[in-house]
Antibody, heavy 121, light 108 residues
Framework: QLQLQESGSGLVKPSQTLSLTCAVS??????????WSWIRQPPGKGLEWIGY???????YYNPSLKSRVTISVDRSKNQFSLKLSSVTAADTAVYYC?????????????WGQGTLVTVSS | DIQMTQSPSSLSASVGDRVTITCRAS??????LNWYQQKPGKAPKLLIY???SLQSGVPSRFSGSGSGTDFTLTISSLQPEDFATYYC??????????FGQGTKLEIK
């Protein structure tokens, strides 16, 4: 059974960089044509897709966040990561990592449990 | 951006009821429409993909229909574990994927 687990700093100061990692177990991040996404959800609000990466390293980002987002993959550790720079209170959210199915990178069949990141001084 | 609008925003129903949730896209998205279920404190769970395909392991009381701009999620006979928030999501607009605002299904 594939499992995804987010980790990283839960509290980030305004203007700093948010960093999260998603560890994948029960399967290889390099197998198949899957995409690996980050999605976030502000408290009490809806979902926002941030971006995804393929095991090849190709990345695709939400245009509204593109200037601040970097997603990278570490195949040796079977994990992928998110960096979001110049954060503000508006970036406070639960951040999820998720897998996109083969053939449709934006259909998410496996999700991590989510991790709350709070932006505050 | 393609806007996804769900209705209703909230809904009260009883165990055994048949429930329908609607999702409308601001432009045609063919059948690139997914439905997710989210319970409090949990990650969303994929129920329906490509408008009408049932995800593996999801009970058959869940079904989806529609194409173009109008879509529905139907639960044929509500069970206690179905009370949750439901989101639609379009996967049509490359790299500009968007979700609906959610429909909260509550016990009457």
């Amino acid at each position: 059974q594939l499992q995804l687990q987010e980790s990283g700093s839960g509290l980030v100061k305004p203007s700093q960089t948010l960093s999260l990692t998603c560890a994948v177990s029960g399967g290889s991040i390099s197998s198949g044509g899957y995409s690996w996404s980050w999605i976030r959800q502000p408290p009490g609000k809806g979902l926002e897709w941030i971006g995804y990466i393929y095991h090849s390293g190709s990345t695709y980002y939400n245009p509204s966040l593109k200037s601040r987002v970097t997603i990278s993959v570490d195949r040796s550790k079977n994990q992928f990561s998110l960096k979001l720079s110049s954060v503000t209170a508006a970036d406070t959210a639960v951040y999820y990592c998720a897998r996109g199915i083969t053939g449709d990178p934006a259909t998410f069949d496996y999700w991590g449990q989510g991790t709350l990141v709070t932006v505050s001084s | 951006d393609i806007q996804m609008t769900q209705s209703p925003s909230s809904l009260s129903a009883s165990v055994g009821d048949r429930v329908t949730i609607t999702c409308r896209a601001s432009q045609s998205i063919s059948s690139y429409l997914n439905w997710y279920q989210q319970k409090p404190g949990k990650a969303p769970k994929l129920l329906i993909y490509a408008a009408s395909s049932l995800q593996s392991g999801v009970p058959s009381r869940f079904s989806g229909s529609g194409s173009g701009t109008d879509f529905t999620l139907t639960i044929s006979s509500l069970q206690p574990e179905d009370f949750a928030t439901y989101y639609c999501q379009q996967s049509y607009s490359t790299h500009m994927y968007t979700f609906g605002q959610g429909t909260k299904l509550e016990i009457k």
